[in-house]
């Protein structure tokens, strides 16, 4: 029951924190710093729900080959590799550390 009570009182807060967003007058929402923020929330909740699923097993830190599918796309990001040869590399890589490991 907890869990549906956090789920129902998340989406509310989501509802009205986005009610507010509309409500700011556009002066407030057309300032550099808001915008730079606004572009950057997405990607750092990204990076920390990567870091999560990656890193975490339970309640303990978990290093396997999870970790080495995620730097494996780190490097073919860095490469500028196309979007589906980073997702198959890293799923790839962490496919072969598994079945060998």
């Given amino acids: 029951?907890?869990?549906?009570?956090?789920?129902?009182?998340?989406?509310?807060?989501?509802?009205?924190?986005?009610?507010?967003?509309?409500?700011?007058?556009?002066?407030?929402?057309?300032?550099?710093?808001?915008?730079?923020?606004?572009?950057?929330?997405?990607?750092?909740?990204?990076?920390?729900?990567?870091?999560?699923?990656v890193l975490a097993a339970d309640a303990s830190l978990v290093i396997d080959a999870r970790l080495a599918g995620l730097a494996t796309a780190f490097v073919l990001l860095l490469v500028r590799a196309p979007f589906l040869v980073v997702v198959f590399g890293a799923a790839l890589v962490a496919a072969l550390l598994r079945l060998w490991g």
């Avoid at 509310?12 to 710093?33: D, F, N, Q, T, W």
């Fill in 1 to 53: 029951m907890t869990i549906w009570l956090t789920v129902i009182g998340a989406g509310i807060g989501c509802y009205v924190l986005k009610l507010a967003g509309l409500s700011l007058p556009p002066r407030v929402l057309e300032h550099p710093v808001v915008e730079r923020i606004a572009d950057l929330i997405p990607v750092a909740l990204l990076a920390a729900l990567v870091a999560v699923q």
